[in-house]
């Protein structure tokens, strides 16, 4: 199955006492990269959650989004800094004394002063959450691919339509090949003989190297070449699994036949039908970029 490297997918579920929700997006990327959001005191999953997922995404910038609520404040308890409340208390009775600023200290002088009060989290059972938390991760996940699968059809759809393209062109080309190569020696033949006009020379000989610099234009090799290679892409397409580096270096090797075909064509014709597949190898190149 070819997947797409964009997908989305969500999952909430209850566990450890928790209500869990994960949600996780993707994009390209030409290697896994993974970015995990989690609450503060939950940290400890980041890596738990990373190996878990990179056993079943092999490529694209994944991130995730964890939240994690308990559901009650009875595993938080808020503990005064005494020490330092102490401190504080005393500082500023001796800038209102020093000052003589008039007033006296009350509780108002505290709110917003984070290092006055502690918050306390109940130990966490890290085992129990951390089964918790992947069992939700892993039916977000579940959605994630089935939606990375649904695109990944698409593409396949896609490149192998455009595919089917390339091999009506291809076979155009073969079929103008033998008229083109015989077009070209006969002009080269023709000037051979008006510039040796008058002088001695061996016609036979000249028929000889006029075929041998005739064939050098002929693209034999290269539409055989670029035919196995769209047969190399269709079969990794129908073999499925994370395959999108191995055909961005087949659409490269498909380009560069092209390429040559275009260099050694003499036919118009010919020359408009390799613009036309450098067309369609740019497109199949695109949708592969966003193949797994």
């Known amino acids: 199955m070819i997947r797409s490297m964009t997908g ?11 209500n869990i929700t994960v949600e996780l997006k993707s994009v390209n990327s030409r ?31 994944v ?11 009875d595993n938080i308890t808020v503990e005064l800094n005494k020490v330092y409340a102490d401190a504080y208390i005393k500082a500023l009775n001796t800038l209102s004394k020093e000052y003589k600023i008039a007033g006296k200290v009350t509780a108002a002088d505290f709110i917003g002063n984070g290092d006055m009060f502690k918050i306390v989290r109940s130990q966490i059972d890290e085992e129990a959450v ?16 089935a939606m990375r699968e649904i695109e990944g059809e698409k593409l396949h ?19 103008k090949t033998p008229e083109t190569v015989e077009a070209y020696r006969a002009r080269l033949e023709a000037r ?23 064939d050098k234009v002929a693209v034999d090799e290269e539409t055989v070449r670029l035919r196995s290679h769209i047969d190399q892409m269709l079969s990794m397409l129908a073999q499925g699994g994370a395959v999108g580096r191995k055909l961005d270096f087949i659409v490269q090797e498909m380009n560069r036949e092209t390429n040559t075909i275009g260099s050694k064509s003499q036919n118009l014709e010919i020359a408009q039908v390799v613009v036309d597949i450098k067309s369609e190898i740019e497109k199949i190149r695109e949708q592969i970029q966003n193949i797994e």
Do not use: H, W
Request: with cysteine; hydrophobic share 40%.
């Open 31 to 61: 290697y896994f990269e993974f970015y995990c959001r989690l609450p503060k005191g939950y940290l400890f999953l980041e890596d738990k959650l990373k190996a878990y997922t990179a056993e079943r995404v092999s490529r694209g910038k």
């Open 63 to 73: 991130e995730m989004y964890v939240s994690i609520d308990s559901g009650s404040d």
């Open 192 to 214: 051979i003989k008006e510039l040796l006009e008058g002088a001695t020379y061996d016609e036979n000989r000249v028929i000889v190297e006029t075929a041998i610099l005739a």
């Open 130 to 145: 951390t089964e918790a938390v992947l069992k939700v991760a892993g039916e977000a996940i579940d959605k994630f691919l």
């Open 8 to 18: 989305f997918g969500r999952a909430q579920g209850l566990g450890a006492g928790l």
């Open 157 to 175: 759809s896609d490149v192998k339509f455009r595919a089917a393209e390339i091999l009506k062109k291809v076979e155009f080309i073969e079929s």
